[in-house]
């Protein structure tokens, strides 16, 4: 059973109207759209066309700030996090680098690595999750001064407090008849920066989602002939519960 390694972080779809027929008037008014949007000290960044911009609600103005892709701007506004791209034959590369909502300051992180890319905040500022190319996607975390590169796994969630992340990486582990290293669940303590294993010895673990109330859920098998089956676990209670035969569980209501 092979892992789909290929991974888009941060996919936020606006729905704002809609409308397939025809004779049908939309509800959107355009006049005086503008007068009624809040004015406050929010700060929107936005793709616009090759260039990273920045809408100040409380002036009302926009400024072009650079050359980029992938724009997504810190909790507390100061810095909006973009993709760098260069597309010239060999020398293809992606990187990530933050630039300043005011003064348009630019840091490089630094990262070690020609394709890494997409990256988006934690809610807290603290941290900046992102792809990577290794040896296969990744997920990337480092923190916004450059340090604390980590290479963690394929997929991940905060949890609520975002005190804590869960996600899934390789071990050196193996099931007989699968000729690849078992995928297992961790959580990483951002407070005492260890790192702590959910999913048992000899299950193969993927398919992470965690809802609101910190419950992990997960599909996995111990043996490559029969089918996957999806579990229940915390962090509170470590207890693993098998829930039903199935994979890539969601869970909602």
Not at 15 to 43: F, W, Y
Not at 51 to 60: A, N
Not at 65 to 94: A, H
Not at 231 to 239: A, F, G, K, R, V
Request: glycine share 8%; with cysteine; proline share 3%.
């Amino acid at each position: 059973m092979k892992i789909r390694t290929e991974i888009l972080i941060g996919l936020l779809i606006f729905i704002i109207s809609c409308d397939t027929g025809t004779g049908k008037k939309s509800n959107i008014r355009k006049d005086d759209s503008q007068e009624n949007v809040k004015t406050d000290n929010r700060k929107l960044a936005f793709q616009n066309n090759e260039l990273i911009s920045c809408y100040d609600f409380s002036t009302g103005e926009t400024k072009n700030l650079t050359e980029g892709f992938d724009p997504c701007i810190s909790p507390d506004g100061e810095w909006i996090v973009f993709t760098q791209s260069s597309n010239v034959g060999d020398n293809f590369s992606r990187t990530i680098k933050l630039i300043n909502t005011e003064n348009s300051t630019i840091k490089d992180l630094e990262i070690n690595n020609n394709n890494h890319y997409g990256a988006i905040w934690s809610p807290t500022g603290e941290h900046l999750a992102f792809s990577i190319m290794t040896n296969d996607w990744q997920i990337g975390l480092i923190k916004p001064n450059g340090t604390e590169l980590k290479i963690i796994s394929t997929r991940f969630c905060f949890t609520t407090d975002n005190k804590k992340m869960v996600f899934d990486g390789g071990i050196d582990e193996f099931i007989e008849g699968l000729n690849e290293p078992l995928c297992a669940i961790f959580c990483y303590d951002f407070n005492t920066k260890s790192t702590k294993r959910i999913s048992k010895k000899g299950l193969y673990a993927m398919d992470l989602w965690m809802d609101n109330q910190d419950r992990i859920y997960f599909s996995g098998f111990e043996n490559i002939n029969e089918p996957g089956k999806i579990y229940q676990t915390s962090l509170t209670d470590t207890t693993l519960i098998e829930l039903i035969e199935g994979t890539r569980p969601s869970m909602g209501g």
